[in-house]
């Protein structure tokens, strides 16, 4: 379908081919990780690391100019059989003829499965995808990421002849993807606000103009952690990514309006302060927080040297790139000890007995309640040797409970119409009647009358473009 002003995005929490998606992209993503990862920005944090150690060799001068590039649409934009012959070229290179047990063949006919597979119904009619992935797709993240690393090999050979730094936010060019590129001494890159100041790096929490200071409202239904958690992270990464003292302090401020502007009370928000710099409180009342430099600069230095949670995700996922697969290097398969420790490691669940709910606020006093029903009822029995934990889950976001999942079934089904009826009747009288006529020889013509004929053709070339799947 040409030129259909639409881009569809599709659901595929129930899909057919999610398991399949999910399965492929836990096996190879690991992979990726493991042999592009001197060329992959992981997040903000990072991508300063990588920076300060570019700084500290020197190699960041006044005239040194920043080039970043976006890339429209990736995911649903790549080719899709190119983009199998570059997974089955990225692994081949590598040294790969199984991954956990499973040809890269197999693999090869799978990825073709959760990739070419995808159709959508609108409207009457069905279409399907025949370029790029599903965005909702885990496996195509991670597909679009090997598609990418092909291409911009040429690129890391080059900047690496020179000294220069390279790197890619898991965000090959085909004719149908665009780029857009910036250079300049101070562009933004990720949430990462970068400026060189004639040789000297400045780094700040950059936030796009259009971007709403939207957080989870404090009177949503939510436990009371997940209020915490947002101001312990905003907090950090502001420390993280602001290099002054008053970038810091700019920072803080946003994040504090921020927070009352989406309805935090001002007593807890001071609470979560302290208890994030409880060993640098200043004498003011209203900001508790750091009120000198030098102990910034302690502070910060000190949370730079610990790796973020998305960074802790990545090397885990690493250091399992090379376990259970049929490699070059059989000795890179064997398993280490802390892998041995985790397999062997063994939970007893045996005396524990787990409750879990959705959250509410009116059910706040739900935990306290059901031990002290459990006390009450199993009291002097052995059922109190069996330790009884309650916890809780989640609410599901709106826009997932109100999300279109897919058609009706109605639109899934094939009907039959009447006028389908009616032509494929007056195919098979027809064909009756031609059966019935003879023909003398090679030369003879058919007795049946010409126009007959005719409309026996077209009888059957609109029962092909019938469109029976509304």
């Not at 590129?181 to 949430?191: E, T």
């Not at 009352?260 to 004498?283: D, V």
């Not at 599901?396 to 032509?423: G, V």
């Amino acid at each position: 379908m040409d030129d259909i002003p639409v881009r569809p995005i599709e659901s595929t929490i129930h899909a057919s081919t999610t398991k399949i998606s999910k399965f492929l992209d836990k096996i190879l993503r690991s992979i990726f990780d493991d042999k592009c990862k001197d060329t992959t920005i992981i997040d903000g944090a990072s991508l300063i690391s990588d920076l300060s150690k570019y700084n500290k060799k020197g190699l960041l001068k006044s005239t040194t100019l920043f080039c970043t590039f976006d890339i429209r649409n990736l995911y649903t934009m790549i080719p899709q059989e190119e983009t199998l012959n570059t997974l089955m070229t990225f692994l081949v290179t590598h040294g790969y003829r199984k991954v956990k047990g499973i040809s890269i063949d197999t693999i090869k006919k799978l990825a073709s499965i959760v990739i070419k597979d995808n159709v959508f119904a609108y409207g009457e009619k069905i279409y399907k995808q025949t370029t790029g992935g599903v965005m909702g797709s885990s496996f195509t993240l991670t597909l679009a990421n090997i598609f990418m690393s092909e291409w911009q090999k040429q690129i890391v050979e080059e900047q690496t002849k020179t000294g220069e730094l390279y790197g890619r936010r898991c965000k090959y060019m085909a004719s149908n993807i665009k780029l857009d590129s910036k250079i300049g001494n101070s562009p933004a890159f990720l949430d990462v606000q970068l400026t060189n100041n004639n040789g000297t790096l400045a780094t700040s929490v950059y936030h796009k103009r259009a971007a709403e200071p939207y957080v989870t409202p404090f009177t949503s239904d939510h436990p009371r952690h997940v209020f915490a958690n947002i101001i312990k992270t905003s907090i950090e990464r502001a420390t993280r990514y602001s290099s002054t003292f008053e970038d810091f302090n700019n920072e803080r401020r946003n994040i504090k309006f921020m927070l009352l502007y989406n309805g935090y009370p001002l007593t807890f928000i001071e609470n979560e302060f302290k208890k994030y710099f409880s060993e640098y409180i200043s004498i003011s009342p209203f900001l508790h927080f750091i009120d000198d430099e030098k102990k910034y600069n302690h502070t910060r230095q000190k949370l730079l040297g610990q790796p973020t949670l998305r960074q802790s995700q990545v090397a885990m996922s690493v250091a399992q790139a090379n376990i259970d697969n049929d490699g070059a290097d059989d000795r890179l398969n064997q398993p280490n000890e802390s892998t041995k420790q985790t397999e062997n490691k063994t939970f007893n669940f045996d005396e524990k007995l787990f409750i879990h709910f959705t959250h509410e606020n009116r059910f706040h006093t739900y935990r306290r309640d059901m031990h002290q029903i459990y006390e009450d009822v199993f009291q002097q029995t052995p059922a109190m040797n069996t330790r009884l934990i309650v916890g809780n889950r989640n609410r599901r976001e709106t826009q997932s409970e109100l999300i279109r999942k897919r058609p009706t079934k109605a639109i899934l089904q094939n009907k039959i119409t009447k006028r389908y009826i009616s032509k494929r009747i007056n195919k098979q009288r027809i064909a009756s009647l031609l059966s019935t006529t003879t023909v003398s020889s090679e030369e003879s013509t058919c007795t049946t009358p010409k126009q007959l004929c005719i409309d026996v053709d077209d009888t059957f070339n609109d029962s092909n473009k019938e469109n029976i799947l509304d």
